[in-house]
T-cell receptor
Framework: KQEVTQIPAALSVPEGENLVLNCSFT??????LQWFRQDPGKGLTSLLL?????REQTSGRLNASLDKSSGRSTLYIAASQPGDSATYLC???????????FGTGTRLLVSP | GAVVSQHPSRVICKSGTSVKIECRSL??????MFWYRQFPKQSLMLMAT?????????EQGVEKDKFLINHASLTLSTLTVTSAHPEDSSFYIC?????????????FGPGTRLTVL
């Protein structure tokens, strides 16, 4: 059974800092991995999707890497801003399935 | 971009009543829709996968007779929580995969907050 864990569970940083969020998964047989953002009481916004054959994806200040064999992904946020405050979720799509298995999330607070 | 809506966004009901939540893909057809549940400070857990015109596939531990899913058209799926109890209070989120597109993509709805008194 695929399990996805995110570390840290919560993170508080001052504005301007670069930060790294970690995601690990127990079964390397994945089709892809996605990072999402969730604001309180809201749905999900997809940030980055990495196919299993890829090593990283970038969008603006966000960079996500994937090491499939070791079951790890990181989300790097450069020059953090208060607007980045949200919960960040990673999710893997197991091979042979359409469903997503979500991680436990990291609650990020960026202070002005 | 692809938009998924959910209705209602928030519902409060008495214990024992049934509640229906709608999930609509507004500008695309969805062959597959997913229903997730999220308890406070926890992650999303998949409840069931529904394909248009066929019965939903439920995850282990999810009671199919309690959580009725109907995917009658390519743009609408409904989740009915029957005889709701306080422990069913949660945030319910649906997602939809577009028909004819690469099935990598799931578009998520804004969620429905259910509170059972």
């Amino acid at each position: 059974k695929q399990e996805v864990t995110q570390i840290p569970a919560a993170l508080s940083v001052p504005e301007g800092e670069n930060l790294v969020l970690n995601c690990s998964f127990t079964d390397s047989a994945i089709y892809n991995l996605q990072w999402f953002r969730q604001d309180p009481g809201k749905g999900l916004t997809s940030l980055l999707l990495i196919q299993s054959s890829q090593r990283e994806q970038t969008s603006g200040r966000l960079n996500a890497s994937l090491d499939k064999s070791s079951g790890r992904s990181t989300l790097y946020i450069a020059a953090s801003q208060p607007g980045d405050s949200a919960t960040y979720l990673c999710a893997v799509r197991p091979e042979g399935f359409q469903k997503l298995v979500f991680g436990t999330g990291t609650r990020l607070l960026v202070s002005p | 971009g692809a938009v998924v809506s959910q209705h209602p966004s928030r519902v409060i009901c008495k214990s024992g009543t049934s509640v229906k939540i709608e999930c609509r893909s507004l500008d695309f057809q969805a062959t597959t829709m997913f229903w997730y549940r999220q308890f406070p400070k926890q992650s999303l857990m998949l409840m069931a996968t529904s394909n248009e015109g066929s019965k939903a596939t439920y995850e282990q531990g999810v009671e199919k007779d309690k959580f009725l899913i109907n995917h009658a058209s390519l743009t609408l799926s409904t989740l009915t929580v029957t005889s709701a109890h306080p422990e069913d209070s949660s945030f319910y989120i649906c997602s939809a995969s577009p028909r004819g597109y690469h099935t990598d993509t799931q578009y998520f709805g804004p969620g429905t907050r259910l509170t059972v008194l």
